[in-house]
């Protein structure tokens, strides 16, 4: 696994401005696909509303009522027009309202996004642009051509700053395009999508933020105590 990988930052004009680190432990990592199937698993089934709701034959309206009497009649004995062999009657072991979400600790997902983000990196698609309009005004057609100079697959991720409104109003009725802000990657969008194309400035708020992981965090928290003791 190396230490880092580098890729070419693009501009609007699809000239090379720079590159960008792309840090070994967020896009060169192990690749755990139980772990992300796992991963993908629970997101989906949070995704569920789980209000479907079916009645049981003592919810149904009416049917109090004998339809027939119990002897006589050549026929099977019934006591209710609502039990579940006849027409409008009640449901067997139907679905009823419940919560689909499972619980998926915050370490697993992490990894499951590195090893989504580090997949994509190893395959050359994973792009960084400094932006996608040349002005300052929302444009659909100059953000398509940045795209069409990185990549012309059919589902295309792209990761924006919350507060990049020209990119995101750019973008956000393009079929082909799916936007998502740095602080709402996930392992199922990464892997759903051909490419994945970080702003220069959602990358850098990525790894700053949801991608620092827990040994970061450690040596934070470390250094500030080693602060508390001076």
């Known amino acids: 696994m190396s230490d ?10 699809g000239t090379k401005a720079g590159t960008a680190d792309l ?11 139980p772990l992300i199937h ?23 309206r009416g049917g109090g009522r004998k339809p027939y009497k119990q002897k006589g009649t050549g026929r099977a004995r019934q006591g209710s027009t609502r039990a579940p062999q006849f027409a409008g009657g009640g449901v067997v072991h139907g679905p009823t309202p ?3 979400s499972q619980r998926t600790p915050k370490k697993m997902k992490a990894a499951a996004l590195r090893g989504a983000l580090s997949d994509r990196a190893r395959a050359g698609r994973v792009h960084v642009v400094t932006g996608f309009a040349p002005g300052q005004v929302p444009s659909t057609k100059a953000a398509l051509a940045v795209l069409d100079n990185l990549s012309g697959r059919k589902n295309v991720l792209v990761v924006v700053e919350r507060q990049d409104e020209i990119t995101w109003k750019s973008l956000r009725n393009v079929e082909r395009v799916h936007l998502l802000v740095a602080d709402q990657l996930n392992t199922y ?9 970080f702003t220069q400035g959602a990358l850098d ?12 965090v450690a040596t934070e928290s470390e250094a500030a105590a080693q602060e508390e003791t001076k």
């Open 4 to 13: 880092t990988l580098t890729v070419d930052v693009l501009d609007e004009k």
């Open 98 to 100: 419940r919560d689909y």
């Open 23 to 33: 840090p070994g432990d967020v896009f060169d990592a192990p690749t755990n696909v």
């Open 189 to 197: 969008d990464v892997l759903i999508s051909d490419d994945v194309v």
């Open 205 to 216: 708020a990525f790894l700053a933020g949801p991608a620092k992981g827990a040994k970061a």
């Open 38 to 60: 796992q991963v993908v698993v629970a997101q989906l089934a949070a995704a569920r509303q789980g209000t479907h709701d079916t009645k049981s034959r003592g919810e149904v």
